[in-house]
């Protein structure tokens, strides 16, 4: 079973690249004669689709396939939530819906009708729907197969130059079934649905669609992550499919940071890597931690101890705030310059007041915090140097309690010590 996260990951995510209003808006295909900006203005008055200050994530797919309750998923609503779409049986989409996500209001979800229908039928469906007016395309495939409509759709958004993504939900459900009927352990149940998704990937190559994956995914583990739950399920492609459609949405309308970013980096690089280090260079990583955690920090307990207990005990002892703050430990052996790490770390030069001491000899001779002048919910903790006469590393880790930040950072030298080994121990 997974561990619970402080901060739900889809969450975490959508506070990094969503926080704002795009840099610009969404480019839109014009006829001779027509202005972008009109023809924005005319989706918006017909279909609601707000191309300039939204990101638009459009879930098309043919009827019976569960569109709804993936959109439910990505928001962290359950199917009777007031503000969830809908989820029926029949098509009960009969036009395009939209849902604003209830934690990143910069995001919408547009469910749109069954594609393949007498009402909606293939060849005009992108262009009636306006699925060009969306940042990317997600398409949901039914019952295992990619079917010719969901080839259409992907062909016209290819042809329009969109990000464009298959998935197969219900990757729980799929495994579980392999497992059954095949009597096989999880590892080869996952191999065996990698297999598929390579299988219809070439699939896709072949009917001219280059370079669109495939990703097996669980609209329960997706809506455990969104709401920060431990997930008894195993996860297959969710992490990857969120980090890989979110960042794709933040490149296309946020050109100057992703081309400066570009410019910085090897264009090898996987886009979802590149916008990360985008968030990086911005300081929008520290977005995350405007507000303090969800969840208290776990601490080890003793038996008869509540964790309560043990964290106040902690705080009293030695400062360590563990419900409200996000503790980072920057550790290693004395003289490697853990001071001058944290200094950076908080834009500090040596000489400021508030900077970490900063010497060749043990300056550091307890735990001392270092609170990040504008983010005050991140604390870092610069510790006494390990494996020294005052500072033997058999006894370091649990006197200096370091089990109580939220992660490690041991500073090193040339060689890794064996003091080192015995705190990642």
Request: with cysteine.
């Amino acid at each position: 079973m997974g561990a619970a996260l402080r901060t739900p990951f889809h969450t975490a995510i959508k506070n990094v690249l969503f926080r704002d209003l795009p840099d610009s808006p969404r480019d839109v295909p014009t006829k001779p004669g027509e202005h972008q900006e009109d023809v924005r203005k005319s989706i918006q008055a017909e279909f609601g689709i707000d191309c300039v200050h939204n990101y638009n994530f459009g879930v098309s797919g043919s009827t019976g396939a569960v569109k709804s309750t993936f959109i439910n998923a990505l928001m962290g609503l359950k199917v009777n939530s007031d503000s969830a779409a809908k989820v029926g049986i029949g098509e009960s989409t009969t036009k395009i819906r939209a849902y604003r996500d209830p934690r990143s209001p910069h995001i919408v979800y547009w469910d749109t009708p069954g594609c393949g229908t007498k009402s909606f039928p293939a060849a005009e469906y992108f262009e009636e729907q306006k699925l060009f007016a969306f940042d990317c395309i997600i398409i949901i495939i039914t019952g295992g197969s990619i079917l010719e409509a969901d080839i259409d759709i992907a062909r016209a958004a290819q042809h329009h130059g969109l990000p464009l993504y298959f998935v197969r939900l219900m990757s729980d459900m799929s495994l579980r079934k392999v497992m059954e009927e095949e009597d096989c352990p999880l590892e080869e149940a996952v191999s065996q649905l990698r297999k598929v998704v390579k299988v219809q990937e070439q699939h896709l190559t072949k009917a001219g669609i280059d370079k669109c994956r495939i990703f097996n995914v669980s609209a329960r583990v997706m809506l455990e992550m969104s709401t920060g739950q431990p997930t008894e399920y195993q996860m297959m492609d969710e992490t990857a499919f969120i980090q890989e459609v979110f960042s794709a949405a933040f490149a296309r309308r946020n050109r100057v940071q992703y081309n400066n970013l570009v410019a910085s980096f090897s264009e090898d690089l996987p886009i979802q890597v590149t916008v990360w280090a985008c968030g990086l260079l911005y300081g929008s990583i520290k977005r995350l931690f405007f507000e303090p955690p969800n969840n208290p920090r776990d601490v080890p307990t003793k038996p008869g101890e509540h964790p309560d207990d043990v964290r106040k005990l902690i705080q009293d002892e030695f400062g360590i705030d563990c419900v409200h703050k996000y503790n980072f430990g920057v550790s290693g052996h004395s003289g490697h310059g853990k001071s001058s790490f944290i200094n950076a770390l908080i834009g500090l030069k040596a000489n400021s007041v508030s900077a970490a001491k900063v010497g060749a000899v043990e300056c550091t001779t307890k735990i001392h915090p270092y609170y990040h002048p504008r983010y005050p919910h991140i604390v870092y903790w610069d510790t006494p140097g390990c494996g020294t006469p005052s500072f033997p590393a058999a006894e370091y880790f649990e006197k200096q309690k370091l089990f109580a930040f939220d992660c490690i950072i041991i500073i090193t030298g040339r060689s890794i010590l064996e003091s080192d080994i015995d705190i990642a121990r």
